[in-house]
């Protein structure tokens, strides 16, 4: 390779990176690109041969000198491709560990233009793409002619272009020229998670296969045999025997113009079900192929037809001769769109529309979808729930049908907003490479189509629709970008429409408009003060009531400020949005009463267990909580609490719990403070008070802890949301206050109570400070964190400071948090007396709760010496699965904690645990400075509820526990159950609504 050569390469990988400073408005001209196209199917080997003429021609007002090549098949040859790279971060590790067999690729090409020869080469950081240099150039209004012969291994599906067994998806598997447009060639590598641009033309691909094949695809069939099999089928939906074909081959053909791509899919299981739909007066053919005959049924024949009918209505006309929904195998979300078909990986009412509708966002239109994916999912999910709606407002006649829809319609924006309320959110309008996978969802999907719900109410159903259908007229076949909308719709209703092209797609600031004030006369006349609160110049639709009765809307549509009420009377009050059309993070501060005390609250209520926040009143909700210890036994009370989804900024939950046994009141007082600054280092500020109290026994006496912690967690922003890794600094401080309870003591007298040492009915007092910084990587392959701690406390005049640090790292096998752990854990104590602080020190062998100094575990049986409590144990710094009392380390030392998970989904992992210490260990009369254990771990609720079995020890380790009576083999196993985890707040925050 020469120098220049190599300079060459390096500039046209720089061509892939996506540019920010992009042109908005499209060229008058676009590309055309056609395509012959001769494929053979071998089933044996899973192999397609071909070979491809393609016609390109030069429309654009340039020369062109090279042209760029997609060559996405070659994404599944090696975990170096894009597509690869993008899994992983996503925490996919299918591909990553896939067997070379089940790969894939595309070879044997030979480019030749106008039947010569010509130089190519591979772009230095994309496998999939490369680079034609023309012979000569071309200048504009000329054509040239692109032939090539070519070889694709079909992968196993791992996302779109796969099989399984010997049903076929054959997607992005030819060579296909990037778009050239305004902005200059558009190459891009294939990903999973972001789609495609493609250039306009006609296809025309014969495909050879073995006979008892069914196929379904892209265009015109062209066979008069196979469209009268097609018809019989579709009348007669039986399966066809799977079995190898040893009978003659055919040759199928399909032919279509105005495309911009094609997909086809073969097997020799397909069923199918057939009808039509009459569209502007022309009859579109509908088909469902399934290899399950429960799948070819009426509904989902009524959703092709839904989607055709809503579509052409609300956007324009289809123009091709059939609209195709095939069933296969699919792992690219719930179904994948191509032209005149889409493969669905899942087959409901929802799926089929969107899918069917991307024909028009996504076909037709064609817009910039790995740039600009909201151009193609925000408004086909808009539309697709506008389409859904008839039919749902019928499946709500039953109750629980109602129940479910309405789940499906809040969850997406429940969670959005939950986005929003964490920092975690992104802007609509970002490149599809720049959203985490939550988001892409969440924002693109999910947010994208609630702000045009927004656009809707503010234009109008009637100019809305307009605009709609004019874009669709101006730009069909033409790849609109973002300021060509824009265009077409302010052009149409005649209103500026920047605050939504512009601050709603583009900013990633939370909306929350709240009335400030408002100042009226007897006769309505007044004033309106409206106060954004870090947003946007945005029309808010505000409505004005008499009671119950609208009296009147009007629409704000300044940044904030002050406004003019219309003369309306006497409103008993005003409320932002009623009817909820703009996406408002914090509807709380959206109403104002004209009379009483608390003008901006609603009245508040008390419902049980939770409700999504998304209203306006301040509720405050009931849970029934009973619980139990073995030191005030039974416990039942209420927690009234404001936990809800999505997460609030103040979130509070008081828990008064009786404690039957002990006869006192117990229970937990919570309270958060969530901050989300705008800029800064911080991405999340969490502030908060923890209370605790419960019966324990520190001695042979019962008390009532009575633990405060406060504080604060700095969540530091990451390079991107992409990163996977995070860092955490928290500062805490807790303390700790104990009484004696007399009234369940078995030895209370009327004596002096004296000094703890002498009767261990002493009050007791102390606290500590933490200061903890958290790195944290969790990349799906051999993810790591670092933890340095720093605590300083004591009691009154005894004082002690406990640094420590720990390194976690899994060294993953071949499936996500399936590997080899190894946990790393070094630490000393400093004190003025040690004798006096035993209970902070670092302890040999996990706690059965007498060292959680800091009560921060939940525990049943807290200091437990005997039953089944007994053997729970609380992991300490050392990570050690021993039971027994084994006393502190003095110096400092270093503990390693190994375990392995097993092949498959065996719930057992072989552990070890080696503590490593500084001047020895005293174990009664002799010391050791190298102690070890190991078993075998049972997994029954990862991380959560573990049971360990030891199988070694040392033999110190043994003679100790020999002296407590933990003499055999079934004593010495034990278990931890993270009982914190299952305290309601924590498993609300759990909640995934899909």
């Keep these: 390779m020469n120098h220049f050569h190599h300079i060459l390469l390096i500039f046209s990988s720089l061509l892939t990176i996506p540019s920010q400073g992009q042109v908005l408005r499209q060229s008058a001209w676009q590309q055309t690109v056609n395509y012959t196209i001769d494929v053979t199917l071998d089933d044996q080997n899973h192999m397609l041969r071909g070979f491809e003429t393609i016609e390109y021609i030069n ?4 020369t062109i000198d090279e042209i760029y090549i997609h060559l996405w098949a070659n994404a599944y040859k090696n975990n170096q491709t894009a597509f690869a790279k993008q899994e992983l971060e996503n925490g996919s590790t299918e591909y990553h560990f896939a067997k070379e067999e089940e790969r894939g690729f595309i070879d044997s090409l030979d480019f030749f233009i106008n039947e010569k020869g010509t130089t190519w080469s591979y772009d230095l950081l994309h496998e999939d793409i490369v680079k034609i240099v023309l012979n000569k150039p071309l200048k504009s209004g000329e054509r040239c002619l692109i032939t090539t012969p070519f070889r694709v291994k079909i992968p196993k599906v791992f996302s779109r272009l796969g099989h399984e067994g010997q049903t076929y998806n054959i997607t992005q598997w030819y060579p296909k020229p990037a778009v050239y447009d305004i902005n200059g060639w558009n190459p891009i590598p294939y990903l999973n998670q972001g789609e495609f641009y493609s250039e306009f033309g006609a296809f025309d691909v014969k495909i050879t296969l073995p006979k008892n094949y069914i196929v379904a695809a892209t265009g015109e069939l062209e066979n008069e045999d196979e469209i009268a099999f097609r018809k019989d089928k579709g009348k007669n939906t039986g399966v066809i025997e ?3 074909c040893k009978t003659p081959i055919k040759t199928i053909r399909f032919r279509q113009n105005n495309i911009h791509d094609f997909a086809w899919f073969a097997s020799k299981n397909f069923g199918i079900l057939q009808n039509s739909v009459e569209i502007g007066g022309k009859t579109i053919e509908t088909f469902v192929y399934s290899q399950k005959p429960k799948d070819l049924n009426a509904e989902y024949m009524d959703a092709i037809k839904t989607a055709l009918v809503y579509y052409s209505e609300n956007s324009g006309n289809y123009p091709y001769s059939h609209a195709t929904v095939v069933k296969s195998e699919l792992k690219a979300g719930g179904g994948m769109e191509y032209p005149m078909i889409t493969v669905c990986d899942i087959l409901n009412q929802e799926v089929i529309i969107h899918e069917v509708g991307h024909n028009w966002f996504y076909g037709i239109l064609a817009n910039n979808e790995r740039r600009y994916p909201w151009m193609d999912e925000s408004i086909n999910s808009y539309f697709e729930a506008e389409a859904m709606k008839p039919s749902l407002a019928l499946k709500n006649q039953n109750k629980r049908q109602s129940i479910l829809s309405n789940i499906n319609d809040y969850s997406i924006e429940l969670l959005a907003i939950n986005a929003i309320r964490n920092n975690s959110a992104q802007a609509v309008g970002l490149h599809s490479m720049d959203y985490t996978n939550l988001n892409y969802g969440l924002m693109v999907y999910g947010k ?7 656009l809707k109410a503010y234009l109008g159903d009637d100019d809305f629709k307009k605009c709609f259908n004019t874009y669709f007229e101006t730009w069909k076949y033409k790849h609109p970008l973002p300021g060509d909308m824009q265009d077409v719709f302010e052009k149409t209703s005649g209103k500026s429409l920047d605050w939504f092209f512009n601050s709603l797609i583009n900013n990633n600031d939370k909306m929350d408009v709240r009335i400030k004030s408002i100042k009226t006369d007897k006769a309505g006349n007044g004033q309106i003060v ?9 029309p ?14 009007f629409w704000v549509t300044g940044k904030e400020g002050t406004f003019q009420l219309p003369a309306l009377g006497s409103p008993s009050h005003y409320v932002i949005d009623p009817d909820n059309v703009i996406f408002d993070a914090n509807r709380k501060n959206n109403q104002y009463r004209t009379q009483g005390l608390f003008k901006k609250w609603s009245h508040p209520g008390i419902k049980p267990i939770t409700l999504p ?8 909700f009931v849970l029934p909580l009973i619980g139990y210890n073995i030191h005030n036994g039974f416990l039942a009370g209420i927690a009234f609490h404001n936990w809800s989804v999505p997460q609030r900024k103040f979130e509070y939950m008081v828990a008064p719990l009786w404690g039957f046994k002990t006869n006192t009141i117990n229970g937990y007082a919570n309270f958060n403070y969530k901050v989300t600054p705008r800029k800064g280092w911080f991405q999340t500020i969490d502030i908060g008070l923890n209370n605790a109290s419960f019966a324990y026994k520190p001695f042979a006496e019962p008390f009532t ?5 406060g504080f604060v967690n700095l ?3 990451p390079s991107s949301l992409r990163s996977s890794v995070r860092n955490y600094v928290i500062l805490e401080y807790t303390n700790v206050e104990a009484r004696w309870l007399e009234k369940a003591s078995e030895t209370a007298d009327s004596n002096r109570v004296k000094p703890y040492f002498e009767t261990n009915k002493a009050p007791i007092s102390y606290g500590f400070a933490r200061l903890t910084w958290l790195h944290d990587n969790k990349r799906t392959i051999n993810p790591y964190s670092l933890k340095v701690s720093l605590e300083q406390g004591g009691y009154e005049k005894e004082k002690y400071f406990k640094p420590g640090l720990e390194l976690n790292f899994l060294k993953t096998y071949k499936r996500k948090n399936k590997g080899f752990s190894i946990r790393l854990f070094t630490g000393t104590f400093i004190s003025n007396d040690k004798n006096g602080l035993g209970l902070f020190q670092y302890r040999l062998g996990s706690k059965n709760g007498d060292f959680d100094y800091g009560m921060e575990q939940s525990l049943m049986g807290r200091g437990a010496k005997t039953g089944v409590w007994s053997s729970h144990i609380t992991p300490g710094e050392d990570n050690m699965k021993l039971k027994g009392s084994f006393g502190e380390f003095s110096n400092g030392f270093v503990t390693i904690n190994l375990s392995s998970n097993l092949p498959g989904k065996i719930p057992l992992r072989p552990y070890a645990d080696i503590a490593l210490m500084q001047g020895g260990f005293q174990f009664d009369t002799k010391k050791e400075n190298f102690v070890y254990s190991g078993g075998v771990a049972l997994d029954i609720i990862p991380k959560m509820f573990i049971i360990y079995f030891p199988l070694v020890q040392s033999q110190s380790i043994m003679d100790v526990q020999e002296n407590q009576k933990i003499d055999n083999f079934g004593k010495r196993i034990c278990f931890t159950l993270v009982l914190n985890d299952f305290e309601p707040h924590k498993l609300f925050k759990r909640i995934k609504l899909f």
């Design 242 to 244: 799977n079995t190898h």
């Design 448 to 454: 994208g189509a609630l702000i045009f719900n927004h």
């Design 715 to 717: 969540n530091l922003k």
């Design 705 to 709: 802890y009575y633990r405060t912690k």
């Design 540 to 553: 808010i639709p505000v409505v004005a009531y008499k009671d119950n009765a609208t009296i009147h809307t």
């Design 59 to 62: 429309n654009s007002s340039n």
């Design 530 to 538: 409206l106060k954004n609160n870090r947003y946007i110049t945005t």
């Design 613 to 620: 926040d998304m209203k306006i009143k301040h509720d405050m």
